[in-house]
């Protein structure tokens, strides 16, 4: 079993859809990593959490760390918004970043 | 902007060939990272710089070198390119290595070998 588990590995929808992309994890964490990647391009940080929400725009993240899932939730998706949505975890014993397969979503105009 | 840089953004290589791809950053962080990611794969941790300080994982092939020659500059060489070194190189930094330090991620080079 991966230590980082995201669902679903792949989503579509239509533009102005609620968008929501889980992560669980199974090792201690000092933080998560929300990460979009476009097709063929680098890695844009979208959020770093060790508690609660944080919101940016139309993105929102949320983490319960007792359960060890965090939530990332696009409003009124865009076709903009089709990436590879990854996340990632911080270890909380060696500081690493342990990798999630990722979400691929593509959002239909 | 404060940012990471990686040049160029596309490198053609033929097999055997050595090949430096560069990473520069602005952001000031002491920690910078090089990761190779493969086609629908995630990223893999190849080493990482704590200032002058190398560390480079357990399973980094020989082949796979780099140099930090200061703050703002790293420098991956892969001295004998093979087929299936054909991947993304991103480059990342943090301000520290611990607990809460986020990295920051670079548009990445896809090196392509010929």
């Known amino acids: 079993k991966n230590e980082v588990e995201q669902s679903p590995q792949n989503l579509t929808a239509q533009e102005g859809e609620f968008i929501t992309i889980n992560c669980s994890y199974s090792v201690g964490i000092s933080a998560l990593h929300w990460l979009q990647q476009h097709p063929g391009g680098g890695i844009v940080s979208l959020f770093m959490?060790?508690?609660?929400?944080k919101k940016h725009g139309r993105l929102i993240a949320t983490i319960n760390i007792q359960e060890k899932h965090s939530s990332l939730h696009i409003t009124a998706s865009h076709p903009r918004d089709s990436a590879v949505y990854i996340c990632?975890?911080?270890?909380?014993?060696?500081?690493?970043?342990?990798w999630g397969a990722g979400t691929k979503l593509i959002i239909k105009p | 902007d404060a940012m990471v840089i990686q040049n160029p953004r596309y490198q053609v290589t033929q097999f055997g060939k050595p090949v430096t791809l560069s990473c520069s950053q602005t952001?000031?962080?002491?920690?910078m990272y090089w990761y190779q990611q493969k086609s629908s794969q995630a990223p893999k941790l190849l080493f990482h710089y704590y200032d002058k300080d190398f560390n480079n994982e357990a399973d980094t092939p020989d082949n796979f070198q780099s140099r930090r020659p200061n703050t703002s500059f790293c420098f991956l060489d892969i001295r004998s390119p093979g087929l299936g070194d054909a991947a993304m190189y991103l480059c990342?930094?943090?301000?520290?290595?611990?607990?809460?330090?986020?990295?920051?991620f670079g548009p990445g080079t896809r090196l392509t070998v010929l």
């Open positions: 990632a975890v911080r270890s909380d014993s060696n500081y690493q970043l342990i």
């Open positions: 952001l000031n962080h002491n920690v």
């Open positions: 990342a930094t943090s301000r520290g290595s611990g607990r809460a330090h986020e990295q920051f």
């Open positions: 959490l060790s508690s609660g929400k």
